[in-house]
């Protein structure tokens, strides 16, 4: 026999013995053969929108609760110790760079400063804080204003200065030790 012809007899020898078992097994008689299911039409797959952001619950807070929080912080009438409340998770050392901060300020020529906060929004993923484009005016008209980016947390039902944001703006008033002066020259004799 030819390979192709062994291999049908092979299988059909198979499917008989399969057929003849399962009719065995029951009382029943084999069930008369299915009729070729028809396929489904094909179909579009349904449209899928995109979720809608999540809108925080509560609103933005106006700008001057920000801002609030800035002039606090740069008022050099109030000891740095009294204003921790205004830094997320401030230390005893917060206050120290909020003296050394508002020090900085008075003796640059910069205070007293003014703080205008825009474009606010709330950050994603991040619950109860707020992005604002700060613009720092200073009383020194030759300084300029300073803009950029910071972050607000609403803690206790008080709004704070991130910590991220504290500590670039507290390093402002960081003074790096003045190196010793170079000594002067030896004189030759």
Known sequence: ?????????????????????????????????????TPAPITRPPTVTAAEPSVPVAPLPPPNALTDVLARMADGAVPGADKLDVIEDATPADGDSMDKFTTALRDGGYAPVTFEATDLTWADGQKGVVLAVVTIRTANPQAGDFTFPMEFRLADDHWQLSR??????????????????????TPTP
């Open 164 to 185: 991220r944001t504290a500590d670039s703006l507290l390093q402002i008033g960081e003074a790096s030790p003045t190196p010793a002066p170079n000594p002067p020259p």
């Open 1 to 37: 026999m030819p390979r192709t012809t062994t291999r049908a007899v092979v299988l059909s020898a198979v499917a008989i013995a399969a057929a003849l078992g399962l009719s065995a097994c029951g009382d029943d008689p084999a069930p008369a053969p299915a009729a070729p299911a």
